[in-house]
């Protein structure tokens, strides 16, 4: 069936440095790959999103690449804040949304 | 203020017994999902609706069962055969059940008594 994976499942990184986080999907049909962030006890909230016919996308510190061919999708944030520190999930597919199974990120003062 | 809001923020159940779990939107959005998250893990998909007076089963159906009898409406309910229900429940909707971005309730927390 359809499948999304996500690695790593933990990432520690300093302050300041940059933190990366990969996903990979099986449903060739995917058009659409949202990135949510949970902060402890709350709410999953969309960061960045890109759709198909775009490679890259970058919001302020956040950016996403796309790679159709591979079916791989991965998140960068620089220049990483202790605020940054919260659950990541990627997802896609196309009859409908599959979460990535999460990377919990950590960054150190 | 246009947003999801999921009611009650903690229910406790006994055993044997239904418990239904409120999830309503403003946002005029057509679609609604409901999922479940269990400690440390990612998001399960239990049910979803892509227009009113329809759902479909998600992931883990089994033990759930929902209504779309109002747009802005999708109760949850987690009946007895159920036989693990603790977890954190959350309710999402958007524009259109395809490729667009979801809104997050604050979700439900649900523990056995």
């Known amino acids: 069936g359809e499948n999304v994976e996500q690695h790593p499942s933990t990432l520690s990184v300093q302050e300041g440095d940059s933190a990366v986080i990969k996903c990979t999907y099986s449903?060739?049909?995917?058009?659409?790959f949202p990135w949510y962030k949970q902060e402890l006890g709350k709410r999953p909230q969309l960061i960045i999103d890109?759709?198909?016919?775009?490679g890259e996308k970058k919001d302020q510190r956040i950016a996403v690449t796309l790679n159709k061919t591979a079916k791989h999708f991965s998140l960068h944030i620089t220049e990483t804040q202790p605020e940054d520190s919260a659950v990541y999930f990627c997802?896609?597919?196309?009859?409908?949304?599959?979460f990535g199974p999460g990377t919990s990120l950590s960054v150190i003062p | 203020d246009g947003g999801i809001t999921q009611s009650p923020k903690y229910l406790f159940r006994k055993e044997g017994q239904n418990v239904t779990l409120s999830c309503e939107q403003n946002?005029?959005?057509?679609?609604m999902y409901w999922y479940r998250q269990d400690p440390g893990q990612g998001l399960r998909l239990i049910y979803y609706?892509?227009?009113?007076?329809?759902?479909q089963k998600g992931d883990i159906a089994e033990g759930y069962s929902v209504s779309r009898e109002k747009k802005e409406s999708f109760p949850l309910t987690v009946t007895s055969a159920q036989k693990n229900p603790t977890a954190f429940y959350l309710c999402?909707?958007?524009?259109?059940?395809?490729?667009?971005?979801?809104?997050f309730g604050d979700g439900t927390r649900l523990s056995i008594l």
């Open positions: 997802a896609g597919g196309y009859d409908k949304v599959i």
């Open positions: 449903d060739s049909a995917s058009n659409y």
């Open positions: 999402a909707s958007s524009i259109t059940w395809r490729d667009q971005p979801q809104h």
């Open positions: 890109i759709r198909s016919n775009v």
């Open positions: 609706s892509q227009i009113v007076n329809d759902f």
């Open positions: 946002l005029n959005h057509d679609a």
